[in-house]
């Protein structure tokens, strides 16, 4: 008999705008809650320190969050962007890890066993202006998706593969085709959740795996949607649940 083993909310996108969330919207009662990147906007310390202030606060068992392209606090790389927030000192610590709160789980390349549920975490994605976490399609992004483990059962990451709920607003699929290529070998994979293409929301259920693109702002970065909640089950299947209990 299939048990269910954990309720998972699902954020991404948030881009400074979770307070306004959660009062809208609420913020569901679950076992884990995971954010797939972007959770602020330019990516300055102090913007993450105030969403770390927030997600550190909320009274849910295990928090896993990746970067997105916006946090350019996480990638020194993104040269103009970074630099231009140590000179306005918005951008002080030398080691961004140093404020992510010791109840939160941060993954950038990492795996974590969470609740029983091995998940691997990664905020990279094909090239994207000046932003952060930047890699050139081809090679280097395939040797970027090698890194997952083969026995990944949850995979996160902040930009979607390709032709899974990755249409941009020029009706263009923009997802990464190396992601895709690598997903198909990942033989315990269910559940992939990502954001990055705001217009893009949605579940997509193909080859026994679920796509989650949990983006709650719309393309205009208004906060037009709530969270995304599911149940997760012994055999690696999901349920979405459209009816949930706020903290």
């Known amino acids: 008999m299939v048990k269910k083993i954990s309720t998972i909310a699902f954020l991404s996108d948030t881009h400074n705008r979770h307070e306004i969330i959660e009062k809208r ?10 954010h797939a990147g972007d959770f602020t906007m ?38 103009k962007k970074y630099e231009k927030g140590r000179r306005f000192n918005r951008i002080k610590t030398l080691n961004p890890r140093d404020i992510v709160p010791e109840n939160i789980t941060y993954l950038e390349n990492e ?17 994207f202006y000046d932003w952060a976490f930047n890699i050139r399609r081809g090679k280097s992004l395939e ?3 090698d890194l997952i483990p083969d026995d990944t059962e ?20 923009v997802g990464c085709s190396d992601l895709k290529a690598r997903i198909f070998s990942l033989n315990k994979l269910k559940t992939h959740v990502f954001g990055h293409i705001h217009q893009s929301r949605g579940v997509d259920i193909s080859g026994g795996i679920t796509y989650i693109n949990a983006s709650n702002l719309d393309e205009s970065y208004k906060p037009v949607h709530k969270p995304m ?19």
Request: with cysteine; charged share 20%; net charge negative.
């Open 143 to 145: 040797a970027c998706w």
């Open 154 to 173: 949850l995979l996160i990451t902040h930009a979607p593969p390709m032709g899974h709920l990755d249409v941009n607003n020029r009706g263009k699929n």
């Open 229 to 247: 909640v599911f149940d997760l089950f012994d055999d690696g299947s999901c349920k979405q649940i459209e009816k949930w209990t706020r903290i």
């Open 25 to 34: 919207f609420g913020i569901p009662q679950c076992d884990i809650i995971i």
């Open 111 to 127: 795996s974590a066993v969470v609740s029983g549920i091995k998940m691997y975490g990664s905020p990279y994605q094909p090239e």
């Open 42 to 79: 330019l990516g300055y310390e102090d913007e993450v320190e105030s969403f770390f202030d927030w997600y550190s606060a909320l009274p849910i068992p295990n928090k896993v969050v990746i970067a997105g392209n916006h946090e350019i606090f996480f990638d020194p790389t993104a040269i």
